[in-house]
């Protein structure tokens, strides 16, 4: 199984950077997804991550260090709109896509 | 393209009583998966099914059963409902096939009362 770590809530500045940490402990890694959720809304997909390194998209980045069992979720130039829940997902080797949800991240973005 | 959509959206159901729940994914999508989120235990999973078979399953009890068609609908079904069903059951679809991305996309959403 998996075991995933994540903050429970965070408060940031408009237009401030804020970095928010995943570690997971994993009998078997294939991928660590990161899921944006708005408050009564579904998750959406963000960014992925199978190999160490950062993936950028836009104000949004995403860094993997398989040997630590670290990622982090890295959001630029944030806006008010960025307050919602985020999730880090890890994906089982063994079980083709089996994923293990943390309990989310809750950033509060203030004026 | 239509998202994942799930219905019904809300559900109040009283304890013993059967639920289904129903999913229809992205066209082209052969992988479903439920999840169940409550405020204290985050996203659980409970199942997948891929070209209707049950590929992958969580730790929950039997109550909890699904099922996938010819056309990657799904639906889930909890027998014999208890207050602590009480929930967000949320579906994704993906494409399910090994080698590509696979990220998930997720409907709206069923929220289930059991009084």
């Known amino acids: 199984g998996q075991n995933i770590d994540q903050p429970t809530e965070m408060t940031a500045t408009e237009g401030a950077i804020v970095q928010i940490n995943c570690t997971y402990q994993?009998?078997?890694?294939?991928?660590l997804f990161w899921y944006q959720q708005h408050a009564g809304e579904a998750p959406t997909f963000l960014s992925y991550n199978v190999l160490d390194g950062l993936e950028e998209k836009g104000r949004f980045s995403s860094f993997l260090s398989r040997s630590k069992g670290y990622s982090y979720l890295l959001l630029k130039e944030l806006q008010m709109k960025d307050s919602a829940s985020y999730l880090c997902a890890v994906r089982e080797l063994y079980n083709f896509n089996k994923f293990y949800f943390g309990s989310g991240t809750k950033l509060n973005v203030k004026p | 393209k239509a998202g994942v959509t799930q219905t019904p959206r809300y559900l109040i159901k009283t304890r013993g009583q059967q639920v289904t729940l129903s999913c229809s994914p992205i066209?082209?999508?052969?992988?479903v998966s439920w999840y169940q989120q409550t405020p204290g235990q985050g996203l659980q999973f409970l199942f997948e099914y891929f070209s209707e078979t049950q590929r992958n399953k969580g730790n929950f009890p039997g109550r909890f059963s699904g099922r996938q068609f010819s056309n990657s609908r799904s639906e889930m079904n909890v027998s014999t409902l208890e207050l602590g069903d009480s929930a967000l059951y949320l579906c994704?679809?993906?494409?399910?096939?090994?080698?590509?991305?696979?990220?998930?996309?997720f409907g709206p959403g069923t929220r289930l009362t059991v009084t």
């Open positions: 994993t009998s078997g890694f294939n991928g």
């Open positions: 994704a679809s993906s494409w399910g096939v090994d080698g590509l991305q696979n990220e998930q996309y």
């Open positions: 066209s082209g999508h052969r992988s």
